[in-house]
């Protein structure tokens, strides 16, 4: 198991930072299980060149795009990365996953769409069993209706939970996940995201 969070350089932003912070001493230091909260405000700024020039999103919340609930081995993050280790001894193996995926800026949402239907063609895509989004940076220009788009053409979620907008890759705050962990996933009138096993 690995884990995957805020990169060492994120521990010297100085402000809006602690969410990220607890998320990570939750993960890595407490052994017990942990919800994945929903931030109420989000940044997707360069702070690391002035950290006086920040800019705080209001967050809408997530987006709850198929309803259902899920348990499995957490798998992901970033998808591009992910993807590099098809045909590889070192890309694990889809059964009994919990997807936990998320791309840069510079994936729109023809490149998420593409790489995200190479990774569900896989022989054993079929038994993913839950799908959470991370989300996306403003220039990647991914919306919500053309992520929903995305993810109904992809059989292998056809009545799968998919839950997106979550504080998981490029944007802060920064939630830290446990790979090879195991979590649960609901998505309904309300949205629960917990790690289970870390």
């Known amino acids: 198991m690995t884990y995957s969070g805020p990169h060492w350089s994120s521990f010297g932003m100085r402000d809006h930072f602690s969410q990220t912070q607890t998320g990570f001493h939750r993960a890595l230091f407490e052994g017990a299980p942990f919800e994945v909260e929903s931030s109420k405000e989000?940044?997707?700024?360069?702070?690391?060149?002035?950290?006086?020039d920040r800019h705080l999103e209001s967050d809408g919340g997530?987006?709850?795009l198929q309803a259902g609930s899920a348990e499995g081995r957490?798998?992901?993050?970033n998808l591009c990365t992910l993807n590099l280790l098809q045909g590889t001894p070192y890309m694990p193996s889809l059964e009994g996953a919990l997807l936990v995926l998320e791309d840069d800026s510079a994936s729109?949402?023809?490149e998420f769409a593409r790489n995200l239907t190479s990774l569900l063609q896989l022989p054993d895509a079929d038994g993913v069993r839950g799908l959470v989004v991370g989300r996306f940076q403003r220039r990647s220009g991914v919306t919500r209706d053309l992520l929903a788009?995305?993810?109904a053409r992809q059989p292998a979620l056809a009545g799968k939970s998919v839950l997106a907008g979550a504080d998981v890759g490029h944007t802060m705050p920064l939630a830290t996940l446990p790979i090879g962990g195991r979590a649960e996933l609901v998505v309904g009138s309300e949205?629960?995201?917990r790690i289970v096993e870390g």
């Not at 989000?42 to 006086?52: G, I, K, M, P, S």
Request: hydrophobic residues 55%.
């Open 42 to 52: 989000w940044t997707d700024d360069l702070w690391f060149l002035d950290q006086e």
């Open 62 to 64: 997530w987006w709850t």
């Open 74 to 77: 957490v798998v992901g993050t």
């Open 149 to 151: 788009e995305i993810i």
């Open 191 to 193: 949205a629960r995201f």
């Open 108 to 110: 729109d949402a023809a």
